[in-house]
């Protein structure tokens, strides 16, 4: 059984652009909503591990995550200031702390929804705040991977509904060992 992997590098920004979601003027809304997304994995059976570009805004302090929303903030006016050839001036970057906590909230969902996706297939999320520390985080998946196990097992139920099923993975005797994978998946409706 081929079970696909995929590696997702993102920020998460496309999540607003899902159905379900506040519309975008500019783009309009794409034709799949979020529980699409995880429906879809659950079919594919595909395993998603997904790379954070900048901080972590998940599992953090309020107050560390404005700091890294104005980190990130001035950042991105320096990355726009350097393509159009502005001189970049820190000392005149004003903006409030209610900005800043629209900006890291929308950090954090986005970062939420992505690590979500990847827990639910079974796979893990990482952050890649800096440049150099990519052949680390892509090899860490990689040794991953090449440590998996594929158990198969032949379900009572033989029905082939295509409805969703619960899954519970444990070894017998080691409540300290811990499972990483599916605990769901959908059975292939029957061919007609």
Same mark, same amino acid.
């Given at each position: 059984m081929l079970c696909p992997i995929i590696i997702f590098q993102t920020d998460g920004d496309e999540l607003f652009h899902l159905k379900k979601t506040v519309k975008d003027q500019r783009r309009g809304n794409l034709d799949f909503s979020f529980e699409d997304v995880l429906t879809a994995t659950e079919k594919t059976?595909?395993?998603?591990? #997904?790379?954070? *570009? %900048?901080p972590s805004f998940i599992a953090i302090k309020k107050d560390e995550q404005l700091k890294r929303a104005k980190t990130l903030f001035e950042n991105n006016i320096k990355a726009f200031n350097e393509m159009r050839s502005i001189?970049?001036?820190p000392n005149k970057i004003k903006v409030s702390e209610k900005s800043l906590k629209l900006y890291a909230e929308f950090y954090r969902r986005?970062?939420?929804?992505?690590?979500?996706i990847a827990k639910?297939? =079974? %796979?893990? #999320? &990482?952050?890649?705040?800096?440049?150099?520390?990519? &052949?680390?985080?892509?090899?860490?998946i990689l040794s991953e991977i090449?440590?998996?196990?594929?158990? %198969?097992?032949? *379900? #009572?139920?033989q029905a082939r509904n295509g409805k969703k099923r619960e899954v519970k993975t444990e070894?017998? %005797?080691? *409540?300290?060992?811990?499972?990483? =994978?599916?605990r769901a998946y959908i059975p292939a409706e029957a061919k007609k």
């Open positions: 059976r595909a395993t998603i591990y #997904t790379i954070i *570009p %900048g001189v970049f001036e986005q970062q939420w929804a992505i690590a979500e639910f297939t =079974g %796979g893990k #999320t &990482d952050y890649l705040e800096q440049p150099e520390q990519a &052949d680390k985080v892509y090899s860490a090449n440590l998996r196990y594929i158990i %198969g097992y032949y *379900p #009572t139920n070894v017998r %005797g080691h *409540p300290e060992y811990s499972i990483w =994978g599916r």
